[in-house]
């Protein structure tokens, strides 16, 4: 099984919602990631986990809280969002981030969010 | 910090021309390279990589080969499919192992 899973694939909330993302992979990796693209953009990072524990946090609004409950999953909640963060987000894993360059990230196809 | 440039597209082509897209990287120490690419409504998939200078990264007739001279690691493939149609991303992961840069990515459009 080389896949991560995204759920749900595309989600609408109003600013005043709870919601969650979901991403799951049973290859074994350490390492797991949530990036966020917009349009016609790269992806940006948003956090990195290594190991269950969070390990880079680029500077998002706490209104993204990401969930590492377990090596296979990875949570992304959100609260009281605003329409510019319309996007789709983007889960990847790998075998470990840790000083290693070389290894390649396998990301899921992502959930595409609407902000209303 | 690193930082990847690759040029902009879209880039539009007749099934079986000669595509180049062209990327160069900004970078301490001795990065890993990477071309992913994406597909309509789907995420990224590594399409080759290349960790150290000379290295050429090749897969479903693509190349590409690290410069570390020209500090470039351009892609190519010489004959490309309507299949191809996607967007391309040139990447790099950097001395500290943790982060993937993305460069701005490419639109390749090819037509039959």
């Known amino acids: 099984d080389t896949e991560v899973t995204q759920t749900p694939k595309h989600l609408v909330m109003g600013m005043t919602n709870k919601k969650s993302l979901k991403c799951e992979q049973h290859?074994?990796?350490?390492?797991m990631y949530w990036y966020k693209q917009k349009a016609k953009k790269p992806p940006e990072l948003m956090f990195v986990?290594?190991?269950?524990?969070?390990?880079i946090n680029e500077s998002v609004p706490s209104r993204f809280s990401p969930e590492c409950p377990n090596s296979s999953l990875l949570n992304l909640h959100l609260h009281a969002l605003q329409p510019e963060d319309s996007a789709l987000y983007l889960c990847?894993?790998?075998?470990?981030?840790?000083?290693?360059?070389?290894?390649?990230?396998?990301f899921g196809s992502g959930t595409q969010l609407s902000v209303l | 910090g690193d930082s990847v440039t690759q040029m902009e597209g879209p880039v539009t082509l007749s099934e079986e021309a000669f595509l180049t897209i062209n990327c160069t990287y900004t970078?301490?120490?001795?990065?890993?390279l990477f071309w992913y690419v994406q597909y309509p409504g789907e995420g990224l998939q590594l399409l080759l990589k290349?960790?150290?200078?000379?290295d050429k990264g090749s897969n479903k007739g693509f190349e590409a080969t690290y410069r570390k001279e020209t500090t470039s690691f351009h892609l190519e493939k010489g004959s490309v499919q309507v299949s191809d149609s996607a967007v391309y991303f040139c990447?790099?992961?950097?001395?500290?192992?943790?982060?993937?840069?993305f460069g701005g990515g490419t639109r390749v459009l090819v037509k039959p």
């Open positions: 290349a960790t150290k200078a000379d």
């Open positions: 986990y290594s190991y269950e524990k969070l390990s």
């Open positions: 990447a790099l992961r950097g001395a500290a192992g943790n982060k993937l840069t």
């Open positions: 990847a894993s790998s075998q470990d981030s840790r000083g290693t360059t070389n290894e390649k990230l396998f």
């Open positions: 970078a301490t120490g001795y990065p890993s």
């Open positions: 290859m074994g990796h350490r390492a």
